[in-house]
């Protein structure tokens, strides 16, 4: 089963996938100092971590990130239903990690948020 992808490419599942609403509005303030909100829009944010990534998965992520500014993530909505967005991504950390037991580099604590179009 797809779990996750990333330009329809599968990557690991992730150990942590959040997923919330992002309203876009435009606060402004009146002469006698009334807040006035008009909201834009609302979009999806997902924000995704995984505990330990393969160099293979990395690439994949990294690649997605770094190639242009929107990419297709495809994840599982509240249904269970697999859906695909168009988003950007943001925030990309991780800290390289060696596995002395399988003698390989590995990325450990990686996260990224992606921010529907």
Do not use: C
Request: hydrophobic share 40%.
């Amino acid at each position: 089963m797809d779990f996750f992808k990333i330009n329809g490419k599968k990557i690991k599942p992730p150990t942590e996938l959040t997923v919330s609403p992002e309203i876009l509005d435009i606060a402004e303030r009146t002469v006698d100092g009334t807040m006035v909100v008009d909201i834009i829009g609302t979009k999806r944010k997902v924000d995704v971590s995984w505990e330990y990534l393969s160099k293979e998965d990395m690439v994949i992520l990294s690649n997605a990130v770094k190639s242009s500014i929107f990419a297709d993530v495809s994840f599982h909505d509240s249904m269970g239903s697999l859906v695909t967005m168009t988003a950007r991504a943001e925030n990309l950390t991780f800290q390289p990690h060696y596995n002395w037991a399988k003698g390989q580099l590995m990325w450990k604590g990686v996260s990224v948020s992606f921010t529907e179009r």
